[in-house]
């Protein structure tokens, strides 16, 4: 069973940054790729990116491709979201998943593990 914690989230005004961690126990962390997620109020939860195990590749939604970026050490079983001018748009909540197969896709149910997720509010 793998614990997800996220952290690091909060109020940010926009054209900020901010930088979310996911923590992550149980299991072995450097099998699973790694998304993250995000849900804002009345709509669904929407990809924001991945990266694989080891972190040669990583993939982003459009929305966010060149602002947000991914990285992990695996070794103390983390993974970050770096996110750059912050927009509005980017109030949600946002959630780390972990894969157990590997895969950097964008479809909420190859993910087999969730956080508990962590709210993020960009003012204008």
């Known amino acids: 069973q793998v614990q997800l914690v996220e952290s690091g989230g909060g109020l940010v005004q926009a054209g900020g940054s901010l930088r979310l961690s996911c923590a992550a126990s149980?299991?072995?962390?450097?099998?699973?790729?790694m998304g993250w997620f995000r849900q804002a109020p009345g709509k669904e939860r929407e990809f924001v990116g991945a990266?694989?195990?080891?972190?040669?590749?990583?993939n982003y939604a459009e929305a966010v491709k060149d602002r947000f970026t991914i990285s992990r050490d695996n070794v103390k079983n983390m993974v970050y979201l770096q996110m750059n001018s912050l927009k509005p748009e980017d109030t949600a909540v946002y959630y780390c998943?972990?894969?157990?197969?590997?895969?950097?896709?964008?479809?909420?149910?190859?993910?087999?593990?969730w956080g508990q997720g962590i709210q993020v509010t960009v003012s204008s």
């Open positions: 149980g299991g072995t962390f450097s099998n699973y790729a």
């Open positions: 990266i694989s195990r080891r972190g040669a590749s990583t």
């Open positions: 998943a972990a894969d157990l197969y590997g895969s950097t896709g964008s479809a909420s149910h190859r993910y087999d593990y």
